[in-house]
């Protein structure tokens, strides 16, 4: 049998504006037995919600990035045929900020991985 994936905590993640409500949801969730019993299943509900939350909300980081820049790209294009259009121009702000947002998490990403690297190889 395959042995589950040992939980990483992202760093990225703490910057998204949704976390603190999966973490709060997820805490909150209802168990009863002795103190310690409870908190073991609260971490656990907490880890479960973060690894569906990552799959959801960042997927693929490297594919989203490409995926964003194709946008952000072909709306620069229109708005070179169109320039004073101002739904294209507001769409091409917001796609210019979810751009910058998956650049962020994969800097963000690459930093803890080298690090974790630099910690385990010195």
Known sequence: PKEPRP???HAMWVSHPDFLKIVSEAWHSQSQGSPM???CLKLKSVKAALRKWNLTGYGDIHANISITRKKLLDLQGQLQLAPLNEDLILREKAARVDYSQALQAENMMARQKAKQFWLSQG
């Open 37 to 39: 019993f409870t908190f």
């Open 7 to 9: 939980f990483k905590f």
